[in-house]
């Protein structure tokens, strides 16, 4: 098996991105590479935990806990392969455990939902996978991102108007993650 170095450096070069991992060496920064462990790990006060989720290659989804406060973190989740959402026990939903009544529930939201029929299994979810996952896991705010590269700031905009939509009044409205974005979590 590839070390955790190697894995990294061969997600991050081209043609899969940018720039070489080799590349970063000449910038002002000290990198390290640790393999995340098996349960719950301490830094800095808070707690993290990290789990398996659905996505056609290995990837993880985080929890973090701190000063009472629990943010879940899923990137590249696409729960629906595991099959229908709103009808799949939380425990048995693919990042459910995660998400589990995380105050705050950062989430891909890569396609809209007219896009997804012909992107299932790419490993990333829909806009309505996104919100269903947030209503079964109990997370009180959803946070979209993830976002297609080429969408604009105005598509981001309506992509968020219909999150609100979908998402309904029985819930906190879902927005989309923004640079520069800050959260307050207490």
């Excluded at 800095?44 to 000063?67: C, K, N």
């Excluded at 992107?119 to 297609?148: K, M, P, Q, Y």
């Excluded at 939509?165 to 974005?181: F, L, N, Q, T, Y």
């Amino acid at each position: 098996m590839s070390s955790l170095q190697d894995r990294i450096a061969r997600a991050f070069s081209p043609p899969l991105f940018p720039v070489d991992l080799r590349d970063l060496r000449r910038v002002p920064a000290r990198i390290s590479f640790h393999d995340v462990p098996r349960g719950p790990w301490t830094i800095a006060g808070a707690t993290i935990s990290a789990h398996l989720v659905a996505h056609p290659g290995p990837t993880l989804g985080f929890r973090v806990e701190a000063g009472g406060a629990t943010l879940a973190y899923l990137p590249d989740h696409e729960p629906a392969l595991a099959g229908a959402i709103a009808s799949t026990p939380r425990d048995w939903l693919s990042g459910g455990g995660i998400a589990a009544n995380a105050d705050l529930l950062l989430h891909d939201a890569q396609y809209e939902d007219a896009e997804y029929p012909n992107r299932i299994g790419w490993g990333h979810s829909s806009l309505t996978d996104a919100i269903g996952f947030a209503r079964v896991a109990g997370s009180r705010r959803l946070v979209l991102f993830h976002h297609d590269p080429g969408r604009s700031d105005d598509e981001l905009a309506a992509l968020e108007a219909e999150a609100r939509i979908v998402a309904g009044d029985d819930a906190e409205a879902p927005s989309v993650a923004r640079e520069d974005m800050e959260i307050e979590l207490s």
